[in-house]
């Protein structure tokens, strides 16, 4: 399937290149895991779509469309299963300290969302991201990051973990974005899916269950037609998450950009299968941060697509790490 990014009217850009906000990573690269963070320099109005069964989630209600807040300030991607979400603290304390936040007359208080993925299995367990991580993160904001690799919030990922960690490989984060015009649509995604991953320009497998002599690959959506009873190896039971989000400068409001979230899921489906099980807690955070007039439409059909290619690049830009090969292993390269 030809992808609308192949067209002379879309041109590849750096995500740092997207007005109003900074991206950047803090992570532990012996105990493999870490946060992301994207910072924004004003309010941005902010969706989500979720559509796994197990999600690490702070402060998702704010962004229903019911809810006051009309922004936030920021999201933050970690690593650390549900202890992940302690990063929340420092990224408060470093966004007060720069007066970024919602001002209460006593005081500042940031807007701080953000999602984690379960990397306990690999490294070192017994080390979480937390408040030193997140604010670590945000002061790495400064340098305006594009990276894409075992970095940040996806320095612990795996994915094709349906047979245990034996036959599983190492992910990364992903990062992709593209201009059209005036229009700037961007994604990050941490990639650490129970499913396999599949190459969003050509649909090959890159990524996902290896076979029994690690050469090649299984199949896990074959695996689930066998599995007995439906019960899933206990590596994989809640070992698994996909979280990403949009950003662009064009001008649209909360409850748009919950559809942005929403449409920006078709991008995991064209590349990870299976998708959004109940093993999985998959997450999609979407952000307006600009001021391009734009449409809904248009904005989440090239989330969809950007986030696809940011999959992709997460199994493509990793290495091998904690005994997990990675997608370079395994894959033939060009």
């Known amino acids: 399937m030809r992808s609308i990014l192949n067209s002379n009217k879309v041109k590849e850009i750096k995500i740092s290149e997207i007005e109003g906000v900074r991206i950047g990573h803090a992570q532990d690269e012996e105990a493999l895991t870490g946060c992301t963070v994207l910072i924004f320099d004003d309010f941005a109005p902010t969706g989500v779509d979720v559509r796994g069964g197990g999600p690490a989630s702070r402060e998702t209600t704010l962004l229903d469309p019911r809810a006051v807040a009309t922004g936030v300030n920021c999201i933050f991607l970690s690593g650390g299963s549900a202890y992940g979400l302690d990063c929340a603290g420092g990224i408060m304390k470093y966004l007060e300290e720069h007066g970024i936040g919602f001002d209460v007359g006593f005081g500042i208080v940031p807007l701080v969302v953000g ?123 809640h070992t698994n998450t996909t979280i990403g989000a949009i950003v662009t400068n064009g001008k649209l409001d909360k409850s748009m950009m919950g559809k942005v979230a929403a449409m920006a899921h078709n991008g995991f489906a064209r590349t990870i299968r299976p998708v959004h099980t109940t093993a999985d807690g998959d997450s999609i955070y979407a952000a307006s941060c600009g001021n391009v007039v734009t449409d809904v439409d248009v904005v989440g059909t090239i989330a969809a697509e950007v986030m696809a290619k940011a999959v992709s690049r997460a199994v493509k830009c990793a290495t091998a790490a904690g005994g997990f090969p990675a997608s370079k292993d395994i894959v033939k390269q060009d």
Do not use: H, W
């Open 115 to 237: 999602s984690c993925i379960f990397d306990l299995g690999i490294g070192d367990g017994k080390v979480r991201p937390g408040e030193k991580m997140g604010y670590e993160a945000c002061a790495d904001a400064e340098n305006r990051r594009s990276d894409s690799g075992c970095i940040g919030g996806g320095c612990g990922a795996t994915v094709g973990k349906f047979k245990g960690a034996e036959l599983a490989m190492k992910s990364g984060l992903g990062v992709y974005a593209v201009q059209i015009g005036d229009l700037k649509v961007g994604a990050v995604v941490s990639v650490n899916a129970l499913g396999d991953i599949y190459d969003a320009d050509t649909g090959e497998k890159i990524a996902g269950l290896l076979s029994e002599d690690k050469k090649s690959f299984g199949d896990t959506a074959e695996c689930f037609l066998g599995m007995p009873n439906g019960l899933y190896n206990v590596f994989t039971e």
